[in-house]
């Protein structure tokens, strides 16, 4: 056994990822850049307030790295796959990046153009933060209509349209100098399990895995992608075990470098996910990762756990159960993306330019409203929409609020009360959809609905009286399917308690996937017509209130077409 020296804890430090809690810099982090060597951090919606205050908190990020004697600036990641998953916002302030649609409403919208464009501007938004490396795109292909972690994440379920989104994604990232990084390899798209709580297993082979899974990832890897997120799920009929794809030499080294001739930089996914940690621990799995071959090893919340696993990896090393000359061949590769990417440290120590930055967010919020309204699409098989009127009160229904995944469920939510019931709370999204409808007709009287949710003499009365009924669905597919039972009721209702008018007063709107007004229109088939804005996001549901009143036209296509369950458990 050796001893390790501190150049080689210098090594060991730049082959992990962490992040921290609050927006200044905080004791844990000091530590672990100052005398573990941290040579890479993560930020969250947790240390993000505006545009000017995460700059602050970079600039003495890398500040502390370089009198530290760090040879190479700090990467700073976030994970801003615009849509959903938009680490690098500020609710409510609008301070921080702008809201851009996500995967699935951009593939709405049929341009890979407006992908490029949307996906420059976020990257000019985040290098003026000082951030420089991007956990996206999603490369995953949606073949589960059940998937609970990528769904809208994914650009769809055909892997070749998936793949020209992701290129264009990834092009217009690394020409804004911020490393991008496709996820979550070799594909999460086909299960429905979450692998933040559990361990996916997808029952497919390799061929069936090249065939689908596995064309996005080629692509950007033709095109030398900076680096590539490895995913936690399973894959027993292609490396014969139960061993997570971010810890399994047999996807990481053999498939990903050796068969698909990956040279970049490859990145595990969070190693404090259920799917690894509930049985390797972080710590063991961030072994594990180095050991099968992974560049950096992510652990995005806890302190003892990120010292843990960088005590662990000098174990390792001191024992030789991990190379140091495997190491200083994989810390090449982090020297390249740095190079690349962070740039001198004059670069990273650049002041803020408060004007720049306040004119890119003026020119993108008019790119942010164009892309959202060309996304809204009309479900195939619903009736023919028509805009709906203006004159008369609106009855609003939307889904009481429920945890999607922790990818996507903001903590500041506040779901449950103290006794952990769920509150029957519509957040902060509904409310500015009720919002927006409310500047367009007279009154508005906003349902939040459960399952349970007694349709009342009273509620009868005002669906008559209205001119518009609007009823969202956040998730309505399988577990979610009494949302599309209470949509039947309240259909019923309006078709009978109003002969003038009746279903054509009504329109129903997918806040997220479209797969539950999907499945509805393709089974039973829907009487009132049906549109989709594929996230909840308050750009969305605004874009979408202007097509309901006839002021913008519905001009996107439904990029999904599966509706049944696919090969996962």
């Known amino acids: ?71 190479r600036p700090l990467m700073i990641g976030i994970d801003q796959e615009n849509g959903l998953v938009s680490a690098f916002r500020a609710i409510p302030s609008g301070e921080a990046g702008t809201q851009f649609p996500g995967a699935m409403a951009v593939a709405a919208t049929g341009s890979v153009d407006l992908a490029s464009e949307v996906t420059a501007a976020t990257a000019q938004e985040l290098r003026a933060a000082g951030i420089n490396w991007a956990y996206s795109p999603v490369g995953d292909v949606n073949s589960d209509p059940r998937n609970p972690v990528i769904g809208v994440r994914s650009f769809g379920d055909d892997a070749g349209t998936v793949a020209r989104y992701v290129q264009a994604v990834s092009a217009a990232l690394t020409s ?103 049985k390797y621990g972080s710590e063991g799995g961030a072994v594990l990762s180095l050991q099968a071959g992974a560049d950096v090893a992510m652990i995005c919340h806890t302190f003892t756990r990120h010292v843990g696993a960088i005590k662990a990896t000098y174990a390792a090393v001191e024992d030789g159960r991990i190379s140091l000359e495997a190491l200083k061949i994989s810390g090449t590769r982090i020297a390249q993306m740095k190079d690349k990417f962070a740039g001198t440290w004059e670069d990273v120590l650049a002041p803020f330019d408060a004007a720049h930055t306040a004119q890119l967010k003026k020119d ?50 506040q779901l449950r009360d103290a006794a952990g019931r769920l509150r029957n709370t519509a957040g902060p999204s509904y409310l500015a959809f009720a919002a927006a409808i409310a500047q367009r007709v007279p009154a508005v ?46 259909v019923d209702v309006v078709r009978g308690a109003d002969s003038d008018g009746g279903p054509q007063k009504m329109v129903a709107v997918a806040t997220c996937a479209p797969y539950d007004l999907l499945s509805e229109a393709a089974g039973r088939g829907l009487e009132v017509p049906a549109l989709a804005t594929y996230e909840f996001t308050i750009p969305a549901l605004e874009a979408v209130t202007a097509a309901i009143y006839g002021e913008a036209d519905v001009v996107g296509s439904i990029p999904v077409r599966n509706v049944t369950a696919a090969a996962g458990v």
């Open 445 to 490: 009287e906003h349902v939040v609905y459960t399952p349970q949710e007694e349709i009342t003499d009273a509620l009868k009365e005002n669906l008559r009286a209205a001119t518009s009924v609007i009823f969202a669905t956040r998730n309505g597919y399988e577990r979610g399917a009494w949302q599309v039972e209470y949509l039947r009721r309240i």
């Open 1 to 71: 056994m050796t001893t390790l020296s501190e150049e080689q804890r210098r090594e060991i430090g730049q082959h992990f990822v962490f992040g921290f809690h609050g927006h200044e810099v905080s004791e844990d982090i000091k530590t672990l850049i100052k005398d573990y060597h941290l040579g890479n951090v993560i930020l969250f919606k947790r240390n993000v307030q505006s545009i000017a205050q995460v700059h602050r908190l970079v600039h003495e990020l890398q500040l502390l790295a370089k009198e530290a004697a760090h040879t």
């Open 364 to 413: 993108h919020s008019l790119l942010s409203r164009r892309a959202y309204q060309a996304s809204i699409s009309h479900i195939p098989n619903s009736r023919p929409f028509v805009r709906l009127s203006k004159i008369g009160p609106a009855v609003l229904f939307t889904p009481r609020m429920e945890n999607i995944n922790p990818a996507v469920d903001d903590p500041e939510g």
């Open 176 to 278: 804004g100098k911020v490393a991008p990084s496709a996820k979550h390899f070799p594909g999460h798209g086909n299960t429905h399990v979450d692998s933040h709580l559990s361990l996916p297993r997808i029952l497919v082979d390799k061929a069936a895995l090249k065939a689908t899974e596995l064309v996005p990832f080629e692509a950007v890897i033709r095109d030398g992608i900076a680096s590539i997120m490895t995913g936690h799920m399973a894959l027993p009929l292609v490396t014969g075990d139960d061993t997570p794809c971010s810890l399994s030499r047999a996807i990481t080294t053999d498939l990903l470098r050796g068969e698909l001739g990956y040279e970049g930089v490859i990145v595990t996914d969070c190693l404090e996910m259920e799917a690894v940690a509930e």
